[in-house]
């Protein structure tokens, strides 16, 4: 069965920073591109960064040079490293396969990121 479970959120201060996980289980993780998205409230879910299972990476214009995504295969693990996070950082942070596809199945609860002014 898959599942996608993320965990690191919290309440930060602008300049803050925060270290995302997320455990996924089932067949989702394993050779696939793996992603970080986010939704604020009021908006539609977009994709922060992604890296492939050999390890590259790519980021939204929103999150170069402050977030670094990285991932480890053996524990079926992503992470996302935000730093010198901003007010317009605060959202809902998921991870999920890149392209989504099937994977809109499989959305985990998600990990609230809040960041004050």
């Known amino acids: 069965q898959v599942q996608l479970v993320e965990s690191g959120g919290g309440l930060v201060q602008a300049g803050g920073s925060l270290r995302l996980s997320c455990t996924a289980s089932?067949?989702?993780?394993?050779?696939?591109?793996m992603g970080w998205y986010r939704q604020a409230p009021g908006k539609q879910r977009e994709r922060v960064a992604f890296i492939t299972s050999g390890g590259n990476t790519n980021y939204a214009p929103s999150g170069k040079g402050r977030f670094a995504i990285s991932r480890d295969n053996a524990k079926n693990t992503v992470y996302l490293q935000m730093n010198s996070l901003k007010p317009e950082d605060t959202a809902v942070y998921y991870c999920?396969?890149?392209?989504?596809?099937?994977?809109?199945?499989?959305w985990g609860q998600g990990t609230q990121v809040t960041v004050s002014s």
């Open positions: 089932g067949s989702i993780f394993s050779g696939n591109v």
């Open positions: 999920n396969k890149v392209p989504v596809g099937l994977g809109d199945k499989y």
